[in-house]
């Protein structure tokens, strides 16, 4: 699994894996505490930086939010709203093309989504 993503006055996280690791990471976003690992290729463009995890909160009665760090990405939220997170990631573990993608932001009424969570990119590799 890779976290690719960019600062600034417009943040985005890329989050990229095979159907094994987002099978992997939907398991993670259940447990609170979990620190997934990350690997990091010589050139992250078109984003600035790499990151080198991926972990996992539990906050209750919040929506879940995408936030930034040195060492990678935080996603945190109360667990209902991580479930249907995790759904939507145990999707992306089925057969799908290389390249497939989701969109998880803000999108006004969305009902488990907080508003200032940074935009993420989920995208399928090949296995």
């Known amino acids: 699994m890779k976290v690719r993503m960019s600062d600034g006055d417009y943040p985005e996280i890329e989050i990229s894996g095979t159907g094994v690791e987002w099978s992997t990471l939907a398991?993670?976003?259940?447990?609170?505490?979990?620190v997934v690992p990350c690997e990091s290729d010589a050139d992250p463009h078109p984003y600035a930086r790499f990151g080198h995890q991926i972990v996992v909160t539990h906050a209750s009665g919040q929506k879940v939010r995408f936030t930034l760090s040195e060492e990678g990405v935080t996603i945190a939220g109360d667990p209902v709203h991580l479930e249907t997170l995790s759904r939507v990631i145990s999707a992306l573990?089925?057969?799908l093309p290389p390249g497939y993608h989701v969109h998880v932001d803000y999108q006004g009424n969305d009902h488990y989504i907080a508003s200032d969570s940074v935009p993420a990119i989920l995208l399928h590799l090949s296995q």
């Open 27 to 34: 398991q993670a976003v259940r447990r609170d505490g979990i």
């Open 93 to 95: 573990s089925s057969p």
